[in-house]
């Protein structure tokens, strides 16, 4: 369609780049559109590009306003036909624009508006004229007459941004005096050296110093051929025109805004569910648009997609709204981007023993096709050679059959082709996704889907890329097939399969958390936390369909069976369900040994166990490396704080350049709640075996008063410090006797009480002083680590703190004088399941999911 896209620019991006807007006809179909497409340009967040020092300049496009082109061309029709009721419609038209000048102009605006619209009024009255007398009227003749429409509505526009006070560097630009293009076969070829040089002019004439332009008003839809005369691009000629100005103007963006929020995953009013795109690579976008869902016409993105220029799908009736980004890399997660269909198609099918081995039958058929000029729109043919089928619109099968029928006559006398089929009523789906590439399954679930919805498929396409399925079906089966299909993939991509290892302590809270808030989490977002199974240290339940999680303590004692971890993740882990997440609410070494291979296999975890990530080295190294091939997700916020951001805010730090030079903490929401509430008063034994009844302890107490927690802890924030930390590098002072290091957590607490004495003392000490005492974990970039018992002034940030809180404190470059802290509830089964939750919904928007 366009001669080869010049790479050159003479406007360097990172300095007052151009955006590109274009706004549809809808977009400004009367006083009202007018003023809402005024805000969307004054916007903030439209007036800088890059980094908010940096203010876009803005190009802006217009179509005519609705239904203006088509009374234009109408009036061409009425004229031919010699029927004067063209003078009276082209009165209306002015009645109309004169309307919305009045309510957006002052008096002398609109009437200067109103003096041009009249010459241009008196103009287009002499072609009518003559076409009444000729009877027939040449392209050139609908060409002119069609390119008014923009000319009335950006002349308009460019008024009203006046009146509105955007009057410095504000220039019309008429698009006939610098766009050229040559029609061809493939429609309009943009000749792009002479388009760039008349630009350059016609902004040099307008302004000396063409970087003082900041905002264009431009008409779209018309433009000239070498000749210099007035020629359109075409339908959807206003969006071609809002990217060959992106190309010229080297445009950071291009915002196409219509009446819809972006585009859609599916037909609305065929499916309900249909949601918006959030991105599209270029050749998504194209497929698409072929496959006939609304999308910006193929051909129209050639500039953008040659200057590699995003382009943004958006509602100008609800600019909020984020739209589609259509670009080269989109970030979508979803394989399958959308799902259309094309109606009123024909299958032609040739077949016969004769084509067996025989080169140029492929050719013949689609030369005679070519010849007629009759579209194909797909093409199948099985690696047998036996038969060759194509789909072609069906108002061209009759006249297709007797085409081939004579093409063939030979063949078909002789009985090498046994007939030429041709089947009308029928409809082709497309499945598009770059997603889609390399990845098992598609295939399968898309002929699963339509097999289970009892549709028949008469063809199969699928090109090399992998980017687009097409399937011809039945035309009365086209909606049941876009419904079976668009729930196949949309619906399952927000579906978790989880297994829950460990229903304890804190593994039985989360289950009621996600059993009040399941519903609605299914009915708001979408989202389908379809628990399939609980796995305890003895016994597992398995469900294909889903646990019922308002009643999961009845149904696993109902149901349970032997524990076998093997086959609890070959149970969660199934084709059909692409997303499968293990949650891990245990203690256990063991399980947190197989995270490497869970990753490896590409399940997701999410866990508050703190003992992979504070393993050897070697293996929280090869995690990561695991995770990084895979690209499964690996959610551990609440190892450390439990539903505090602890790990979060670090990384953030990390991310945005902060050089983090100590981390220091109470980290044991266990210690916390000891040493707050120990006063002497009461025996340190008595205080421990309650902080076990409560649930704030580890299962054995000895893990939080060895200072092994805190360790664990302080070695996972060092190594997302970035520092080589092993367990054994942390200086640990522990709370646990060595006589009491070994035999079972209740020969620990009943022997713990003969060291009550010497607890009190030291309190009554550090009392004494006007101190208090914490246990405080300690790391510095330095890679120094140490855990232990301290006396704190009582005014220190750590001495003030209630019950069960960590706090945590972080020395940084940023917050060197005043570190930053971060303090809440760190220990309880309510604020850990919390914490799982919410690890676990951040998982499923990375999947997908909008929260």
């Given at each position: 369609m ?32 007018f ?36 009374e ?21 038209l ?43 009227a ?21 008024r ?10 504000l220039q ?14 493939l ?33 779209g ?73 609304k ?26 709204r ?48 070519r010849?007629?000029?009759i ?23 009759a ?30 789906l ?15 679930k ?43 993939f ?11 290892i ?25 989202i389908?936390?379809r ?7 003895s ?25 076998d ?47 992979a ?6 293996y ?73 009844q ?11 008063l ?14 997302e410090m ?25 020969e620990?607490?009943?022997?713990l ?7 009190k ?5 550090a ?7 914490r ?21 220190h ?36 399941a ?5 690890d ?12």
């Open positions: 366009s001669a080869e896209i010049p790479m050159h620019t003479d406007q360097p991006r990172h300095e007052a780049a151009w955006v590109v807007h274009k706004f549809g006809g809808s977009s400004v179909a009367d006083a009202q559109c003023e809402r497409v005024a805000s969307i340009i004054e916007s903030p967040s439209l007036a800088s590009v890059g980094t908010p020092s940096v203010r876009a300049r803005l190009a802006i496009v217009l179509s005519a306003c609705k239904g203006v082109t088509d234009l061309l109408e009036l061409v029709t009425l004229a031919e036909r010699q029927d004067s009721s063209w003078r009276a419609r082209l009165g209306v002015r009645t109309r624009h004169a309307g919305i000048a009045a309510q957006l102009l002052d008096a002398q605006a609109s009437a200067q508006y109103l003096a041009e619209f009249d010459r241009d009024s008196e103009d287009l009255t002499g072609v009518l004229q003559t076409t009444s007398v000729m009877r027939s040449a392209q050139t003749v609908r060409d002119l007459a069609a390119g008014f429409g923009e000319i009335w509505s950006s002349r308009l526009f460019h009203y941004l006046r009146q509105r006070g955007v009057r410095e560097g019309w630009i008429d698009a006939r005096r610098c766009v050229c293009v040559e029609w061809g076969p429609g309009p070829a943009v000749q792009w050296q002479q388009s760039r040089d008349q630009l350059q002019e016609l902004l040099a004439a307008a302004s000396p110093t063409i970087a003082r332009l900041s905002t264009l008003v431009i008409t839809f018309i433009a000239s051929d070498p000749r210099g005369v007035q020629t359109t691009l075409g339908r959807n000629g206003s969006d071609f025109s809002a990217s060959i100005f992106g190309a010229l103007l080297d445009a950071a963006e291009i915002h196409i805004w219509t009446d819809v929020d972006g585009v859609l995953s599916a037909d609305p009013r065929r499916v309900p569910d249909a949601q918006v795109i959030d991105s599209l690579s270029y050749n998504e976008a194209m497929e698409l648009a072929y496959f006939g869902a999308v910006i016409h193929p051909q129209t993105m050639a500039p953008a997609v040659g200057r590699d220029i995003p382009i943004w799908i958006r509602n100008s009736f609800a600019p909020h984020h739209g589609t980004l259509i670009c080269a890399e989109p970030r979508s997660l979803l394989p399958v981007k959308g799902i259309t269909s094309i109606e009123n198609v024909a299958l032609v099918n040739l077949e016969g023993a004769g084509m067996i081995g025989v080169p140029g039958t492929a050719h013949r058929l689609f030369g005679a096709l010849e007629e000029a579209s194909v729109i797909l093409i199948s043919q099985g690696s047998s050679e036996h038969s060759i089928c194509c789909a072609i619109p069906q108002a061209q099968a006249r297709a059959k007797s085409v081939l029928a004579a093409a063939f006559a030979r063949e078909l006398a002789e009985g090498q082709i046994q007939n030429v089929d041709v089947t009308p009523d029928l409809a082709i497309a499945v598009v996704g770059d997603g889609m590439a390399g990845m098992p399954g598609v295939s399968g898309l002929f699963s889907a339509l097999g289970n919805a009892q549709i028949n498929v008469r063809a199969i396409a699928q090109g090399a890329s992998e980017r687009n399925i097409s399937v011809v079906v039945d035309g009365k089966h086209a909606t049941r097939a876009l419904r079976a299909t668009h729930a196949s949309y619906l399952s991509p927000h579906t978790l399969s989880i297994g829950i460990g229903a304890g302590t804190v593994g039985r809270v989360l289950l009621d958390q996600l059993a009040g808030q399941r519903e609605r989490l299914a009915r708001e977002f979408k389908d936390l628990v399939r199974g609980i796995l305890r240290s016994q597992m339940r398995l469900s294909d369909q889903g646990i019922a999680l308002e009643r999961w303590r009845e149904d696993f004692e109902a149901h349970a069976e032997s524990a971890l093997a086959r609890f993740i070959d149970h969660v882990r199934v084709d059909y369900l692409p997303h499968t997440v293990l949650i891990d609410c245990t203690a256990d070494a063991e399980v947190a040994r197989r995270y490497r291979d869970w990753l490896a296999a590409g399940i997701h975890i999410v866990t508050p166990n703190k003992k990530n504070s393993n050897e080295l070697s929280y190294e090869s995690l990561k490396a695991a995770r990084r091939e895979s690209g499964a997700h690996y959610l551990y916020e609440t190892t450390v704080g439990a539903g505090l951001p602890v790990i979060q805010t670090l990384r953030d730090l990390r991310q945005t350049g902060d050089e983090i030079t100590r981390i220091e903490g109470i980290l044991s929401g266990t210690l916390a709640y000891l040493f707050n509430v120990y006063d002497g008063s009461t025996p340190f034994s008595a205080i421990v075996r309650e902080a076990k409560r649930g704030y302890t580890e299962p054995d107490p000895r893990d939080d060895s200072g092994t927690d805190v360790a664990r802890k302080l070695i996972i924030l060092g190594r970035g520092l080589m930390l092993e367990l054994s590098d942390v200086e640990v002072a522990s709370l646990v006797p060595a006589d009491l290091s070994g035999g079972t957590s209740e620990f607490l009943a022997g009480s003969r060291y009550d004495e010497p607890m003392q030291r309190y009554e000490q009392r004494a002083r006007g101190r208090v005492l246990y405080v974990g300690s790391v510095g970039a330095d890679g120094r680590a140490s855990v232990g018992l301290v006396e704190l002034d009582a005014k940030a750590f001495a003030n703190i209630a019950l069960t809180d960590n706090v945590v404190r972080y020395a940084t470059a940023r917050y060197c004088d005043n570190p930053l802290i971060v303090q809440g509830p760190g220990a309880g089964p309510a604020v850990t919390g914490g799982v939750f919410a676990l919904l951040r998982l499923a928007t990375y999947l997908g999911a909008r929260l």
